[in-house]
Each structure stands twice: as structure tokens, then as C-alpha cells.
């Protein structure tokens, strides 16, 4: 199995920038995609961002013009960065992996929580 462990989260003031890492370990080999989503408070889990092994990638609306995903192989990490934070940003969000040729995400990290204040 993969484990995954987010980083980076915290208190940005609206406007400002951030960037999430997710370092993955354990079967490593069996990844082919890498991703971020988020659920606020009452919400249900929303797709963010996702990577595949090739490096193509794709965004949600609501973040495409303001988010960058990346991996770094070397690493075993996927980042997400983030600028020009808004309020409605302010979520958990997960990293996520999906190994096998399925289409859904089956391996998920704990979360690290983003908070944006107007």
C-alpha cells in the first residue's frame, strides 16, 4: 500500500500564496496517478488537482487559473501551489493516490487544513 503524508497547511491571509507537499512511501512502484482534493465544512470532497505519471494534469474551474500541481519522482512528493488565496479556499485538503489502471483514487492521506482570512 501507499502511505501519504501532507505538509504546508495552515493561517494565509486572503490574497496571499501557499504551497502543500505530499511525500508518499510504501509502494511506490504502484502509482500511476497523483492528486489533491478538499472538502470544507459541509461540503462533500471535491477534486482540486491531479498529475498523472506523464505529467499531464487537471485543474478544477474554481482553482485552474490560480493553482500549479508538480511532482518531483526524486522526491516521491506532488506539490500543490496556490496564489491569490480567496475564503471559499479554506478547506481540508488531501493528498491522493491512485495505483493500479482504475479510474478512482484509492489511497489518501490525513489532511492538512488551509485556512483563508478575509
Known amino acids: 500500500q501507499v502511505q501519504l503524508v501532507e505538509s504546508g497547511g495552515g493561517l494565509v491571509q486572503a490574497g496571499g500564496s501557499l504551497r502543500l507537499s505530499c511525500a508518499a512511501s510504501?509502494?511506490?512502484?504502484?502509482?500511476?496517478?497523483m492528486g489533491w482534493y478538499r472538502q470544507a465544512p459541509g461540503k462533500q470532497r471535491e477534486l482540486v488537482a491531479t498529475?498523472?505519471?506523464?505529467?499531464?494534469?487537471i485543474y478544477a474551474d474554481s482553482v485552474k487559473d490560480r493553482s500549479t500541481i508538480s511532482r518531483d519522482n526524486a522526491k516521491n512528493s506532488v506539490y500543490l501551489q496556490m496564489i491569490s488565496l480567496k475564503p471559499e479556499d479554506t478547506a481540508v485538503y488531501y493528498c491522493?493516490?491512485?495505483?493500479?489502471?482504475?479510474?478512482?483514487?484509492?489511497?489518501w492521506g490525513q489532511g492538512t487544513q488551509v485556512t483563508v482570512a478575509s
Open positions: 510504501g509502494s511506490i512502484f504502484s502509482i500511476r496517478s
Open positions: 491522493a493516490a491512485k495505483t493500479g489502471w482504475g479510474p478512482m483514487y484509492n489511497n
Open positions: 498529475i498523472t505519471n506523464g505529467g499531464s494534469t
